[in-house]
């Protein structure tokens, strides 16, 4: 396969969608790739100056369309399908990849995939939109099928201009709307159409009402990433650079990195030694305050021994009844306190 792209990424949930084609041709004697993308073997529904139309028109099924969008996420999302396709080998491949499970009667070009993809991704990302504004909206006690029902009145309120009727495709939405690729390709969709706008003479309020904007007509002002040659290149360019290191330059950052070095231990050194010094202050500070209660303990004991004492030397005689009470209570109640060792 030609190693040429503009689309890239990890494997999604369609990397496994070729496996599926080919067990499908088993089942339904559906046309080999081969066969489908060779343009003589059916004849072209779409496009009437190509070639003629026959008596009955086919028109595109929404299992067809779920197909056609899972090719097209299929082809975008496979790394091992290369990261430098050709615009034209891109759609080719994902003819190939859609013919594969198609019956010859309903194959397509690239051009009708091309042209009916960028339809169903316009309807399909308008009804997206819709649906995130009604998440934001409302986000109170709503379930996910409200939502949809409140994206469903959005979807027809934001795009009357447009007239496209009901949102129909949701099979399609489903299929995409967690799709990282395809979520990223709209938004450089909205980016390109914006920039145009900028440039042009079209209003910045008319600018989500235009057509579809193609992203491979747009080459030359997206820049294109960068090819596995290139960036070879530019790997043995820079492992050249690394091999031609100045001295002089790496003592110098040595150097500094050692001065960094010494300025980060004398400052562990100094506060190492704050918070000795605070551990000492407290630990101080702490005895004085055991000492100062002690203090304090010492001169109440004094206090009641000298209030014992001098309840001692009372004389019971000249006492009533009431105080000789009082003052026997007290005696005991200073004895509890004075002598409760013995």
């Known amino acids: 396969m030609s190693q040429n792209i503009i689309f890239g990424g990890e494997a999604s949930q369609y990397a496994s969608f070729r496996q599926h084609t080919q067990d499908a041709q088993s089942d339904e004697g559906f046309s080999t790739p081969t066969a489908a993308k060779?343009?003589?073997?059916y004849v072209n529904l779409d496009n009437e100056e190509e070639a003629p139309r026959t008596e009955r028109r086919i028109f595109w099924t929404q299992e067809e369309d779920v197909r056609m969008i899972s090719s097209w996420l299929l082809n975008s999302t496979d790394s091992s399908c290369g990261a430098d396709r050709r615009i034209e080998?891109?759609?080719?491949d994902v003819e190939v990849t859609y013919n594969e499970t198609t019956p010859s009667h309903r194959a397509r070009n690239a051009k009708q995939i091309k042209d009916r993809f960028h339809k169903v991704n316009k309807w399909t990302n308008l009804f997206h939109s819709a649906w995130l504004k009604a998440t934001m909206v409302y986000n109170s006690g709503y379930n996910d099928q409200m939502w949809i029902?409140?994206?469903?009145?959005?979807?027809?309120?934001?795009?009357?201009?447009l007239n496209l009727g009901p949102f129909v495709l949701m099979e399609v939405w489903n299929t995409v709307k967690t799709e990282a690729k395809w979520i990223t390709y709209n938004n450089s969709l909205r980016a390109a159409r914006k920039k145009s706008a900028t440039k042009g003479s079209v209003n910045e309020n008319e600018v989500d009402t235009q057509g579809p904007i193609d992203l491979d007509e747009l080459d030359d002002e997206l820049p294109r990433p960068m090819?596995?040659?290139q960036a070879k290149k530019l790997k043995?360019?820079?492992?050249?650079?690394?091999?031609?290191i100045d001295l002089d330059e790496l003592d110098r950052f040595s150097k500094i990195q050692d001065e960094q070095n010494a300025n980060r231990l004398k400052v562990l050194e100094v506060?190492?030694?704050?918070?000795s010094e605070k551990m000492e202050q407290t630990k101080l500070a702490h005895l004085a305050a055991k000492e100062q209660k002690e203090a304090r303990k010492l001169e109440l004991e004094s206090r009641m021994f000298e209030t014992y004492n001098h309840l001692l030397t009372k004389d019971l005689s000249l006492m009533t009844d009431e105080e000789k009470l009082d003052h026997a209570n007290t005696m005991k109640c200073l004895k509890r306190k004075l002598f409760a060792d013995n």
Do not use: P, T
């Open 38 to 41: 060779n343009c003589s073997s």
């Open 89 to 92: 080998q891109y759609w080719s």
């Open 149 to 161: 029902e409140k994206a469903h009145a959005f979807y027809l309120e934001d795009n009357k201009n």
């Open 227 to 229: 090819g596995q040659k």
């Open 236 to 244: 043995f360019a820079k492992s050249k650079e690394v091999e031609h």
């Open 271 to 275: 506060q190492q030694k704050l918070s």
